[in-house]
């Protein structure tokens, strides 16, 4: 069983910047396409990052191309996401999921990840 424990979530001001982690803490995902999404009140889960498994292959969501960085870290189970320029529309509730099936990573749906963590929340100040 593979479950996610997100953790970096925080305060932080406009043009900030921080660092979002995500471990497996039962099976290993080093088989598994793993993504960040984001949720804001209101609003649907919207994909961030993917990166598949080895870590070569990255796929990012043209709207924050730039802003952000997904790796991972097999040995460790965990993968993470670097987030800079933070704006105040950028304060919502960050999860990563793991997807068993890799193959439509680059297309961010949400359905393609079987496995998701509690969520880390982002906030960002004026």
């Known amino acids: 069983q593979v479950q996610l424990v997100e953790s970096g979530g925080g305060l932080v001001e406009a043009g900030g910047s921080l660092r979002l982690s995500c471990t497996s803490t039962?099976?290993?995902?080093?088989?598994?396409?793993m993504g960040w999404f984001r949720q804001a009140p209101g609003e649907e889960r919207d994909f961030i990052a993917a990166?598949?498994?080895?870590?070569?292959?990255?796929y990012y969501s043209g709207a924050y191309r730039g802003r952000v960085t997904i790796s991972r870290d097999d040995p460790k189970n965990s993968v993470f996401l670097e987030l800079s320029g933070l704006r105040p529309e950028d304060t919502a509730v960050y999860y990563c999921?793991?997807?068993?099936?890799?193959?439509?990573?680059?297309?961010?749906?949400?359905?393609?990840?079987?496995?998701w963590g509690q969520g880390t929340q982002v906030t960002v100040s004026s």
């Open positions: 999921g793991a997807a068993e099936n890799s193959a439509n990573l680059a297309f961010g749906m949400v359905s393609d990840y079987g496995y």
């Open positions: 039962g099976r290993s995902t080093d088989s598994y396409g």
């Open positions: 990166v598949k498994p080895g870590g070569k292959y990255k």
